[in-house]
Structures are given as structure tokens and as C-alpha cells.
């Protein structure tokens, strides 16, 4: 598992309340330690087939820079690949953690994700997830029937 910037692992599900301006506080176990530096980072539109319901996919830096740097391989004559970059930044945005430890959500990312007045951010280890809690519930239920058949993944 990579590395984020600054090293800390995004663990747990976490619900918390969104703002009227799509404020959301990211847990101070996520964020940098005092003077480290605050980093952009990419949160995506997410819904691959398999996937129960969508979310918004937050990416630090060095997550990030691995997966572009996996697309940037593909061939550039290929439509599917050129669909998949547009697919990735058209429903992308770069975001900055502000002084009180929160992102801004884009409106169309958050009405896209079905995110409104609360959300649940899920840890994946490098990176994190954003649901709303209805679309997180449907996961985690489809999570929780397939864990013994996801177990042997490892």
C-alpha cells in the first residue's frame, strides 16, 4: 500500500455533516501534522461496474501521480483510453484542506456522488472514499455478502 504525502494511513468510517457551503471536515487523524505541508489533493467521480452506488474518490498526491501516471502508459490512438482520461478529469477536481481541517466539495461532484447534508468517509489505506449514507449502506451490505470471497483476494 503507498504511501499519501504525508505518510498517515486513512483508516475507518467516519460519518460527518456537510455544510451549506459543501464543507467537510476530514478527520484530524487524516489530516497533516502541524507544519507539515497541506497538499492538493484530487477527488474524483466514482462508480465502477461492481460497485453497489457511487461515491467521490479523494486522492492525495502520491496516489494520485500512480494512478495518472498508469493512464499516462495507455496509448494515445486509443478511443477507450482517451475515454478514460476524460472520464477521470471531467468529473475530477483539486482540492486544498482549509485552516479548519475541511474540503470543499465541488456542487455537480456532490450532487453526482448524492452527497447533501451528511457524508461517510471511508478509509482505503492511501486514499479515502465520500458517500452519502444511503449509497454507503448499500456497499457496505454488498461488502458485507461478498467479504469471504474478498478475503482471498490476500
Excluded at 492525495?60 to 502508459?73: C, S
Aim: aromatic letters at 8%; a neutral charge.
Amino acid at each position: 500500500m503507498s504511501d499519501n504525502a504525508h505518510g498517515k494511513k486513512f483508516l475507518g468510517a467516519i460519518e460527518h455533516g456537510v455544510d451549506d457551503k459543501r464543507r467537510v471536515q476530514v478527520p484530524a487523524k487524516w489530516r497533516p501534522a502541524a507544519g507539515e505541508a497541506i497538499d492538493e489533493w484530487v477527488v474524483v467521480y466514482w462508480h465502477p461496474e461492481g460497485q453497489a452506488a457511487p461515491c467521490l474518490q479523494v486522492f492525495p498526491p502520491v496516489p494520485f501521480k500512480l494512478l495518472w501516471d498508469r493512464v499516462g502508459t495507455l496509448s494515445f490512438g486509443d478511443a477507450a483510453a482517451d475515454a478514460l482520461r476524460r472520464s477521470l478529469a471531467a468529473d475530477a477536481d483539486m482540492v486544498m484542506l482549509d485552516a479548519a481541517g475541511r474540503i470543499c466539495l465541488q456542487q455537480e461532484l456532490a450532487e453526482k456522488a448524492g452527497i447533501t447534508r451528511k457524508v461517510v468517509l471511508v478509509g482505503l489505506g492511501d486514499r479515502f472514499q465520500m458517500f452519502s449514507p444511503e449509497n454507503y449502506q448499500k456497499v457496505a451490505a454488498d461488502d458485507a455478502a461478498r467479504r469471504r470471497e474478498v478475503l482471498k483476494l490476500i
